[in-house]
C-alpha cells in the first residue's frame, strides 16, 4: 500500500497537553460560518480566543499588519487559527508577519483547497498547519508545499441542531432538499476563466465526463480525457485555470445533483435552494422555496421531513457535506449518496441511509419512505453518534490534537 493511503487519513488524536493548558488562539473571520462555531466551541472548551473580525476583506495592507500587530500585543495568541486560508493574502505578507511574530498558522479548509492554494505563494512549511475535511486531499494539499496535513472533517454545533426547534407549516414535506442547483456559480466561473474557444466548446461533454471519472483532478481529467485539450488549459495561466476548474466541477456537479433530485419527483417533493431550480425543474411538480438560512432556518427545516434527502457536490468526491452532520444531530432522518468517508463517521444502514447514484436513489427513496420505523431508529442512532463524536467540540481538540503534533513547541500553552 502506498505510505499516503488511508492509514494517513485519520483525525489527529485529541490533544493532552494543549487539552490542559490550551493555547490561545487568534481566530480570523469574515462572516465564514464555521469560525463562529470554533468560537463557540473555544468558549465550552475553556481555550482562550480572540475573533478577529475582516469584515473588510480589501483593507489596506497597513491596517492589516497593524490590526495582528495589536492582537499579538494584546491578547498574546500562541496561534492564528483560520479558514479556507481567510486572512491570508496572496503577497504572503502574513507569511511573514506570522514568521516574524512566531505565531503557526492552522488553516481548516471545508472547500476544495485545489481551486484555493494555487492562487497563493508557497508557504512557510514548517509555520503553517493546514487541515482539510476532505481525506482525499491530503497528498494535493502536500503538493503546494505543505508538511504538516491533517484531515479534519466537519461537524456540528449540537446546541443548534438538536430536536425540538420550531419550524414554518409550509416547511414539512414527505421528502426534501437543500441545496444549491449550481447553475449561476457555474456561468460565473466559466466568464471569469475567459477560456478559449476550443475548452467552451468541450466544457459540458467535459463536465460530465468528469462526473463518472474517478479522480479528483480536473487537469489530469482532461489529460486522460482531451490531451489535445491541456495547452489551452494550462495556457490560462493560475487564476483563469482554477476559474475553469471549478466551474467544470460545479457543472459536473449540476449535472449529477439534478439526477439525483429528480428521483424525489413521485413523492411530493419540497427544494429549498436559489433560482437556479426554477428553471432546471420548471413544468415538473417540485415545491420550490427560497434559499434558507442556515442559523435561523435549517435547525427547524430538517424535522419537519420524513426524508431529507442529499447529494453532494462532486469537489468532494469521497468526502461528506455539512448535511451529513447536521440532520441527524437536529434528530432528522437522512438518506444521502454514497461517500468514501461516511463509513469512518457513521454506519451505513444503522446511523444512516445511503443510496448508490442517481439509479439507486429512487428505489432507495421509496424504502426509506415506506418504512417510519426504519426512520426513527435510524434517525435516533444517528443524534447519539453526532452527539458522541461529531461536535465542535471534538473537532476542536483534535485540531489542537494537530496543533501539538506540528508545533511541539508550544507546549503548554500560555
Request: proline share 7%; aromatic share 8%; hydrophobic share 45%.
Given at each position: 500500500?502506498?505510505?499516503?493511503?488511508?492509514?494517513?487519513?485519520?483525525?489527529?488524536?485529541?490533544?493532552?497537553?494543549?487539552?490542559?493548558?490550551?493555547?490561545?488562539?487568534?481566530?480570523?473571520?469574515?462572516?465564514?460560518?464555521?469560525?463562529?462555531?470554533?468560537?463557540?466551541?473555544?468558549?465550552?472548551?475553556?481555550?482562550?480566543?480572540?475573533?478577529?473580525?475582516?469584515?473588510?476583506?480589501?483593507?489596506?495592507?497597513?491596517?492589516?499588519?497593524?490590526?495582528?500587530?495589536?492582537?499579538?500585543?494584546?491578547?498574546?495568541?500562541?496561534?492564528?487559527?483560520?479558514v479556507?486560508?481567510?486572512?491570508?493574502?496572496?503577497?504572503?505578507?502574513?507569511?511573514?508577519?506570522?514568521?516574524?511574530?512566531?505565531l503557526?498558522?492552522?488553516?481548516?479548509?471545508?472547500?476544495?483547497?485545489?481551486f484555493?492554494?494555487?492562487?497563493?505563494?508557497?508557504?512557510?512549511?514548517?509555520?503553517?498547519?493546514?487541515?482539510?475535511?476532505?481525506?482525499?486531499?491530503?497528498?494535493?494539499?502536500r503538493?503546494?508545499?505543505?508538511?504538516?496535513?491533517?484531515?479534519?472533517?466537519?461537524?456540528?454545533?449540537?446546541e443548534?441542531?438538536?430536536?425540538?426547534?420550531?419550524?414554518?407549516?409550509?416547511?414539512?414535506?414527505?421528502?426534501?432538499?437543500?441545496?444549491?442547483s449550481?447553475l449561476?456559480?457555474?456561468?460565473?466561473?466559466?466568464?471569469?476563466?475567459r477560456?478559449?474557444?476550443?475548452?467552451?466548446?468541450?466544457?459540458?461533454?467535459?463536465?460530465?465526463?468528469?462526473?463518472?471519472?474517478?479522480g479528483?483532478?480536473?487537469?489530469?481529467?482532461?489529460?486522460?480525457?482531451?490531451?489535445?485539450?491541456?495547452?489551452?488549459?494550462?495556457?490560462?495561466?493560475a487564476?483563469?485555470?482554477?476559474?475553469?476548474?471549478?466551474?467544470?466541477?460545479?457543472?459536473?456537479?449540476?449535472?449529477?445533483?439534478?439526477?439525483?433530485?429528480?428521483?424525489?419527483?413521485?413523492h411530493?417533493?419540497?427544494?429549498?435552494?436559489?433560482?437556479?431550480?426554477?428553471?432546471?425543474?420548471?413544468?415538473?411538480?417540485f415545491?420550490?422555496?427560497?434559499?434558507?438560512?442556515?442559523?435561523?432556518d435549517?435547525?427547524?427545516?430538517?424535522?419537519?421531513?420524513?426524508?431529507?434527502?442529499?447529494?453532494?457536490?462532486?469537489?468532494?468526491?469521497?468526502?461528506?457535506?455539512?448535511?451529513?452532520?447536521d440532520?441527524?444531530?437536529?434528530?432528522?432522518?437522512?438518506?444521502?449518496?454514497?461517500?468514501?468517508?461516511?463509513?469512518?463517521?457513521?454506519?451505513?444502514?444503522?446511523?444512516?441511509?445511503?443510496?448508490?447514484?442517481?439509479?439507486?436513489?429512487?428505489?432507495?427513496?421509496?424504502?426509506c419512505?415506506?418504512?417510519?420505523d426504519?426512520?426513527r431508529?435510524?434517525?435516533?442512532?444517528?443524534?447519539?453518534?453526532?452527539?458522541?463524536?461529531?461536535?465542535?467540540?471534538?473537532?476542536?481538540?483534535?485540531?489542537?490534537?494537530?496543533?501539538?503534533?506540528?508545533?511541539?513547541?508550544?507546549?503548554?500553552?500560555?
Amino acid at each position: 500500500m502506498d505510505a499516503t493511503a488511508p492509514r494517513l487519513a485519520a483525525m489527529p488524536p485529541a490533544a493532552k497537553a494543549l487539552a490542559a493548558r490550551p493555547p490561545r488562539l487568534l481566530l480570523l473571520t469574515s462572516a465564514y460560518f464555521l469560525l463562529g462555531e470554533l468560537a463557540a466551541a473555544c468558549r465550552r472548551a475553556g481555550v482562550p480566543h480572540l475573533l478577529l473580525d475582516l469584515a473588510a476583506r480589501e483593507m489596506d495592507a497597513a491596517r492589516f499588519v497593524a490590526l495582528i500587530r495589536e492582537a499579538k500585543a494584546g491578547f498574546r495568541p500562541d496561534a492564528i487559527v483560520t479558514v479556507n486560508h481567510l486572512g491570508v493574502d496572496r503577497e504572503g505578507l502574513l507569511y511573514a508577519l506570522a514568521g516574524e511574530l512566531r505565531l503557526p498558522i492552522v488553516s481548516w479548509f471545508v472547500d476544495n483547497p485545489e481551486f484555493i492554494l494555487p492562487l497563493y505563494p508557497p508557504p512557510d512549511p514548517d509555520n503553517t498547519l493546514v487541515l482539510t475535511w476532505d481525506a482525499d486531499s491530503l497528498d494535493a494539499v502536500r503538493g503546494f508545499g505543505f508538511r504538516h496535513v491533517f484531515w479534519l472533517p466537519l461537524g456540528v454545533d449540537t446546541e443548534r441542531f438538536r430536536p425540538g426547534v420550531a419550524g414554518r407549516p409550509e416547511w414539512r414535506a414527505r421528502v426534501s432538499f437543500v441545496g444549491n442547483s449550481m447553475l449561476r456559480k457555474t456561468a460565473t466561473r466559466l466568464a471569469a476563466a475567459r477560456a478559449a474557444p476550443a475548452l467552451l466548446e468541450a466544457f459540458v461533454p467535459l463536465a460530465r465526463g468528469f462526473g463518472a471519472w474517478g479522480g479528483r483532478s480536473v487537469r489530469e481529467f482532461v489529460a486522460a480525457a482531451r490531451p489535445e485539450l491541456l495547452p489551452e488549459l494550462d495556457g490560462l495561466g493560475a487564476v483563469r485555470r482554477t476559474a475553469f476548474e471549478t466551474a467544470l466541477v460545479w457543472r459536473s456537479t449540476l449535472e449529477y445533483r439534478l439526477s439525483c433530485v429528480l428521483a424525489m419527483e413521485p413523492h411530493e417533493p419540497l427544494v429549498a435552494g436559489d433560482p437556479g431550480w426554477s428553471e432546471l425543474l420548471a413544468g415538473r411538480p417540485f415545491r420550490l422555496i427560497r434559499e434558507l438560512n442556515y442559523y435561523d432556518d435549517l435547525p427547524g427545516f430538517y424535522p419537519l421531513s420524513e426524508v431529507n434527502f442529499n447529494c453532494t457536490s462532486l469537489q468532494m468526491k469521497g468526502a461528506v457535506n455539512q448535511r451529513v452532520f447536521d440532520v441527524p444531530a437536529a434528530g432528522a432522518f437522512l438518506l444521502t449518496d454514497r461517500r468514501a468517508q461516511v463509513e469512518r463517521l457513521f454506519e451505513p444502514g444503522r446511523e444512516i441511509m445511503l443510496y448508490d447514484g442517481p439509479e439507486d436513489a429512487a428505489e432507495q427513496l421509496a424504502r426509506c419512505l415506506g418504512d417510519a420505523d426504519l426512520r426513527r431508529r435510524v434517525a435516533a442512532a444517528g443524534r447519539a453518534r453526532a452527539l458522541a463524536e461529531h461536535g465542535y467540540e471534538r473537532r476542536l481538540l483534535s485540531l489542537l490534537g494537530a496543533m501539538e503534533q506540528a508545533f511541539p513547541q508550544l507546549g503548554g500553552g500560555a
